[in-house]
């Protein structure tokens, strides 16, 4: 589940932050420091969905401003499955929603 959480606030960045042209954003750069696999793997061991549910919000406020908003078509989009990776109430649940969203994030790319 480490890899799935990093992959989607890695994506959610790049949106975010990458531009045509320029270098692609790798996950040692800066602005991914505290969404590695190390420190999403930590939370899953401490069981702490509400940090990781966190995190993955902050990265994906983000990405979702970068998109225009909830009002345009991608945006819709994006809130509607990040709101329900926010929804779940255990890691065990966690899995389907976020590799969806994983999913999606990838594909806007």
Known sequence: MELTLEAVALFALKLVHETEGASPILRDD???DGYEREVFGLLVRQG???TIQRK???CIIQALDTL???DTVLGRELHKLAAAV???RSLDELSPPLTTL???LKDIQ
């Open 102 to 104: 994983q999913g999606y």
């Open 56 to 58: 993955l919000d902050e």
């Open 86 to 88: 926010q929804q779940v």
């Open 68 to 70: 225009g908003g909830a």
């Open 30 to 32: 800066l602005v991914v």
């Open 48 to 50: 702490d969905l509400a």
